[in-house]
């Protein structure tokens, strides 16, 4: 396992042979977390992450905003069964 100083501004330069074996590009993105064990995980980002994130919540038995619409409408029944709607009646013209 390589290391690693910090500099003066908290960069870190990470080894050659490291960034080979993950791919890492001049320019690439990464994401640095604290874990709960004291160390720090650095993951490589996406070049496209939205390229990346398609299709990720796609479930068996429909699309997840179909079932959210679907879920939305039946909370919206049960709140109506509970507390209708109040209709206001058209005021006549003139008053």
Do not use: F, Y
Request: hydrophobic content about 40%; glycine content about 8%.
């Amino acid at each position: 396992m390589p290391i690693v100083k910090t500099t003066p501004k908290g960069q870190v330069m990470i080894p050659v042979a490291v960034r080979r074996k993950v791919g890492l590009q001049p320019g690439d993105r990464v994401a640095v977390e604290p874990v709960e064990d004291g160390t720090i995980r650095v993951t490589p980002l996406p070049a496209d992450p939205v390229a990346a994130l398609h299709g990720m919540l796609r479930r068996s038995g429909g699309a997840l905003l179909h079932d959210l619409a679907r879920e939305h409408q039946r909370e919206i029944s049960a709140d109506e069964r509970v507390r209708p709607r109040r209709v206001r009646r058209a005021r006549p013209a003139g008053r």
